[in-house]
């Protein structure tokens, strides 16, 4: 039986810090415990003299920081069905699921994740479980549940009010629960009583869940997916825009460089999620296949879909361009996309205009500045938790390579992920 407070030897044939620099050739990693020791060209990295060291040797193979999601949805599966039918599942369910979710994202390289819109307290528990070794999974930032106005978005989880005092109490009692960050839906979604072009909350009552949150030293996101939903979200001094469609309440897309700019101006991250749309554009084509032909009302929704997709990579290359702090945040599983898939969302981002390089810091160091949990994880750094991946490839050139882990380490333990049949059954393949 090895010591936990043992060392291990990590050596590959490139290594990426993503620390903003070019991979390392043959580079290594010095583990004790939980901790990164050293790191550095496997001639300069090595154990003290004398001392028990464990050795991982993975040659022509990249060592690189553990995947980090900025948007995940633990209790969803990902089949397509709406969050107003997955919220009547009870809550025990719920959990069952998100610890079958967290497992898969974890084995596919993910190894800290922010929660977006659980039910209830399902994700304090799962992550209690966690903590107690019952279950496996990734770290988790977690919001409770998101905060929405009476029958707006993801109201169904748990978390309806009205009025800034409410808003502030509820956020108070997020908190007091243990919630890392406050999630609130600033317009509608796909929730069938709410209005996706219109705003939520007003400003007033985004503002009483900002200062609350910000008294507490916690981070804020909203959902938008309007205009006006990101304008008010600024307003109200949020730290990260989820989805930030430039939507007018017409419905018309009209990209805002002036509202853009502001969220440059604000230092506000930008999580796009596109891979949700082209995951339901996917499934549509999937059933074409089954069924030979597709219906009038699914052409219509896949030409919906395409436009939404397009128009989605467009805004997100603009905001690239402008320098805009985008990260990986996959919003799965929702709708069609399920967990254990977050790379389809970083390799849009490449798609969208990030180098290969920049993709991977989208989802490592970026990701992980997002999450204000960078002081912890998100590089290759002495005194930073061992989240590390093994991936079968140069991601720094190829971003699908991130689909080749080979092996995954969360805090110096190396995952047991079971065979490759059920590794391989975790990766939903393109229509
Ligand atoms: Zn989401």
Known sequence: MPNPEDFKLITAGRLIDARGGPPIQHGAVLLQGTEIIAVGPATEVAAPEG??????????????????????????????????????????????????????????????????????????????????????GPRM???????????????????????????????????????????????????????????????????????????????????????????NSLDAGVDMIIHCTYRDADGSDNFRQDIAERIGEQGAFVNPTIHVARSSVWAIKRSAETQGNLTRDQQAAMDIGLRNLEQRLEDCRRMIDMGLKVITGSDSSWGDYKLGNTVYETELLVQAGYTPMQGVLSVTVEAAKALGIDAIVGTLEPGKEADIIVIDGDPSTDIDALWNVRDVFRAGNRIERGSAESLQSVRQQPA
């Open 141 to 231: 930032v977690l919001c409770g549940r998101p905060v929405a106005i009476v029958g707006g978005h993801m109201g169904y989880f748990g978390g309806e009010v009205t009025g800034p005092v409410e808003v502030r109490a509820l956020t108070r009692q997020l908190i007091k629960e243990g919630a890392d960050y406050i999630k609130i839906t600033a317009t509608g979604g796909s929730t069938r009583t709410s209005f996706p072009l219109r705003p939520s909350f007003d400003v007033e009552e985004l503002r009483a869940a900002t200062d609350e949150a910000k008294k507490f030293g916690k981070l804020t996101a909203t959902h938008c997916l309007s205009s006006e939903g990101i304008t």
């Open 51 to 136: 001392a028990p060291v464990e050795e991982f040797d993975y040659p022509g193979m990249t060592v690189m920081p553990g995947m980090i999601d900025c948007h995940t949805h633990h209790n969803g599966i990902g089949d397509g069905r709406s969050g107003d039918d997955l919220a009547t599942l009870p809550d025990e369910v719920l959990t069952l699921q998100s610890a079958r979710n967290a497992r898969a994202s974890l084995f596919s390289g993910v190894t800290s994740i922010r929660e977006n819109g659980p039910k209830n307290l399902t994700m304090f528990r799962l992550r209690d479980a966690v903590n107690q070794g019952l279950a496996i």
